[in-house]
């Protein structure tokens, strides 16, 4: 917020400057020519101080469009919670929650930071960036209306393959991705329980219980190409 009104006061100086230019300000018998420097200097600060709520934006923009994408065209609204959001937000210990009536999604600081630097660098994924990646599936799946959690997270473990490449990551580093996060991340919570096992269950695994047979699931071996 403090950084669109640092823009909307820079682009307010343009203005300024501009219609001096045009009308004599109060006190002055002529219009006063424009400062061409002065003019360009508060134009790259408008727009300087425009750049991250822009990007946000346009981030919490493309993760609605792939999040609906994941859920069956459930329609999806993906916000990315800001430090003050986040110590306003009642559900503040969880790192995404969605709610399936209104396809609300949160995401809490500092997980879609975490995203957009996976995305940066896939091929050099660190287990944090690929946990993001699976907390934007899971909370999809909240809004393609499955709610319990174990059954949410294997749908999110089979999709997370789908979700990189619909965020734009290459073909085989997405499969490699989607794989890490099964191997490694998903068998910790089944190893960690407490709370971490209400995500977990034997029954994810291929051929089991919850396997959706997807054509295009993280681990069938045919997508692999
Ligand atoms: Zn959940």
């Known amino acids: 917020m403090l950084w669109i009104l640092a823009s909307l006061f820079f682009l307010w100086c343009a203005f300024r400057e501009i219609r001096n230019s045009i009308i004599a300000a109060p006190g002055f018998s002529v219009p006063t020519p424009v400062s061409k420097p002065y003019l360009a200097v508060v134009l790259a600060l408008a727009a300087l101080f425009a750049w991250p709520p822009g990007h946000t934006f346009y981030f919490e923009w493309l993760l609605s469009n792939k999040a609906t994408e994941l859920a069956d065209n459930h329609r999806a609204r993906v916000h990315c919670n800001t430090m003050f959001d986040t110590m306003l937000d009642t559900e503040m210990l969880a790192a995404g929650h969605a709610d399936p009536q209104t396809g609300?999604?949160?995401?809490?600081?500092?997980?879609?930071?975490?995203?957009?630097?996976?995305?940066?660098?896939?091929?050099?994924?660190?287990?944090?960036?690929?946990?993001?990646?699976?907390?934007?599936?899971?909370?999809?799946?909240?809004?393609?209306?499955?709610?319990?959690?174990?059954?949410?997270?294997?749908?999110?473990?089979?999709?997370?393959?789908?979700?990189?490449?619909?965020?734009?990551?290459?073909?085989?580093?997405?499969?490699?991705?989607?794989?890490?996060y099964?191997?490694?991340?998903?068998?910790?919570?089944?190893?960690?329980?407490?709370?971490?096992?209400?995500?977990?269950?034997?029954?994810?695994?291929?051929?089991?219980?919850?396997?959706?047979?997807?054509?295009?699931?993280?681990?069938s071996a045919s997508s692999a190409r």
């Open 104 to 180: 609300k999604i949160g995401i809490q600081q500092p997980w879609c930071g975490t995203l957009m630097s996976y995305l940066r660098h896939p091929n050099r994924a660190s287990q944090d960036e690929l946990v993001s990646l699976d907390i934007f599936t899971h909370e999809s799946m909240h809004v393609r209306g499955e709610l319990n959690e174990a059954r949410t997270e294997c749908q999110a473990v089979q999709r997370n393959y789908r979700a990189a490449k619909l965020l734009g990551v290459a073909d085989e580093i997405a499969k490699k991705n989607a794989l890490d």
């Open 182 to 219: 099964y191997a490694i991340s998903y068998q910790q919570r089944g190893k960690i329980g407490g709370m971490q096992a209400a995500y977990y269950s034997e029954e994810c695994a291929p051929g089991k219980a919850m396997d959706e047979h997807l054509s295009d699931s993280t681990w």
